[in-house]
């Protein structure tokens, strides 16, 4: 079953008098199944910024059509999109988006305030996830007093909290040492080992390299996939390297 269907997708952008026009997505189209790993790759303006800006429902395309759990983004009115990201969606950003004046508690606890859940039930629902991404010791802690991957545990215990038929991470890798990446990068394959739908945009191969599947955009299109099939993770980023390098040298990529 489709969580996500994205179909012709398309977002140009206009100077304000109009002379001058940019095609950040072209057509893009592309599904994904409930429970999937899904990674984007492309360059710097190949257009997987936008397209997740507008997956987050945080901008409007200007063709196409968007259907997260059977319901068109397009349908949902501007008072309820704020809403609608609370209730579906869950954020991992590459600087972790943390509050310094909360608790790392009160951080994960936030999509859940905002939503009026009593706090009863938002303890209930953080004890078993601090417990599985090992921050239990940091709750009552601030971000500027924990280090940069507990901080991105923490953006990820914020995003699973509210059970969202769908992550999206962004670059979650970019603001890491190596060995934090490598920590968050099982963590993901942990979460979504159990069951959880995740989408990623990253320039990280290794980072791509954990996913099932990665969609290459260029262009403003996707130009070609690869499936992760029985590969381990180290054959699958050959698979991903290879195929960036066919790429860039103008090859043929198959």
Partial sequence: ??????IGIKKTYTSRFGTNRVEALKSVSFRVESGEFVAIMGESG????TLLNILAALDR??????????????NIKESSIAQFRRDNLGFVFQDF?????????????????????PYREMQDRL??????????GVLKKYPYEISGGQKQRAAVARAMITDPKLILADEPTG??????????????SEVNGLGQTILMVTHSVKAASVAKRVLFIKDGEVFHQLYRG???????YQRISDTLTMTATGGEVK
Avoid: C, W
């Fill in 1 to 6: 079953m489709a969580v996500l269907e994205v």
């Fill in 46 to 49: 190949s257009g997987k910024t």
């Fill in 61 to 74: 395309p200007t063709g196409g059509t968007v259907v997260l759990d059977g319901l068109n983004l397009a």
């Fill in 97 to 117: 988006n943390l509050l310094d004046t909360f608790t790392v508690e009160d951080n994960i606890y936030l999509p859940l305030v905002l939503s009026g859940t």
């Fill in 127 to 136: 004890r078993p996830i601090a417990m599985r991404l090992g921050i239990p």
């Fill in 175 to 188: 603001a890491l040492d190596s060995r934090s990446s490598d920590d968050l990068l099982r963590l993901f």
């Fill in 230 to 236: 029985e590969n381990t993770n180290e054959q699958f």
